[in-house]
């Protein structure tokens, strides 16, 4: 399941547009993070996308939702692309995400506040990032039309070239692949500021890098075995 998810929207008429725009791309399941009050301008811009703001969950934090709803990988929305240094803000494309995204389970596309969009915060509960490439001299989109682009290549890459969905690696599978490289980063004898570092980094790999689950089990034995060869 694909989950859209909009953090703490100001405007019901956005709400309304939103939904219109996840209708015409055959996406329906809405998530609101501490959303304003969902006045007629919403069902007003939804059009024919009503029962998409009829049937929508409300949650009091983004961290709220990742857990009541066991989300298995989540996709975040902003208009910076991170350098090299800044690891939790590098940014992929929508023609990217469409063409690397073959994960089965909870997935969350989250857009963050008309005004703020995602906080840090918010920025580092997400497994990856993506940014939409537009003219310097107004970078900004509205929601519904960054969602229009990231919804439009997952839809069309859907529609064009069917494939048989991979058995991506589960959360918890990741996690523990994650938890075998940060004791392998402890044998190093690393100071405490790279070790954090490292791990990040690798964090952030993981999430880019789709692995099925078969892979991540490979990795969590090669991992481990170099990690007890070192300590031989």
């Not at 007003?44 to 996308?49: D, N, V």
């Not at 920025?123 to 003219?135: F, G, M, R």
């Amino acid at each position: 399941m694909i989950y859209i998810v909009f953090v703490e929207p100001e405007s019901p008429g956005n709400v309304g547009f939103l939904a219109r725009t996840m209708k015409n791309f055959g996406f329906n399941d809405l998530a609101l993070i501490n959303p304003c009050k969902l006045e007629n301008e919403a069902y007003y811009h939804a059009m024919h996308a009503k029962e998409i703001i009829w049937n929508h969950k409300s949650y009091k934090t983004l961290g709220d939702f990742i857990e009541t709803e066991k989300i298995d990988f989540t996709v975040g929305t902003t208009r910076m692309a991170g350098g090299s240094y800044n690891v939790s803000r590098i940014a992929i494309t929508p023609e990217q995400l469409s063409e690397s995204l073959n994960i089965t389970g909870n997935i969350a596309i989250i857009f963050g506040r008309e005004g703020n969009g995602l906080s840090n915060d918010e920025v580092a509960l997400c497994d990856i990032i993506v940014t939409i490439p537009t003219d310097e001299s107004y970078p900004v989109l509205n929601i519904s039309h960054a969602a229009a682009i990231i919804l439009y290549e997952l839809f069309k890459r859907e529609r064009q070239y069917p494939r048989e969905e991979l058995e991506e690696a589960s959360k918890s599978e990741k996690e523990l692949l994650i938890r075998e490289m940060d004791n392998l980063i402890k044998c190093t004898g690393y100071p405490e500021h790279k070790m954090k570092t490292s791990s990040t980094v690798f964090r952030r790999i993981i999430g880019r890098a789709f692995i099925a689950g078969r892979e991540a089990h490979t990795l969590i034995g090669t991992l481990r075995r170099i990690r007890l060869k070192l300590k031989e």
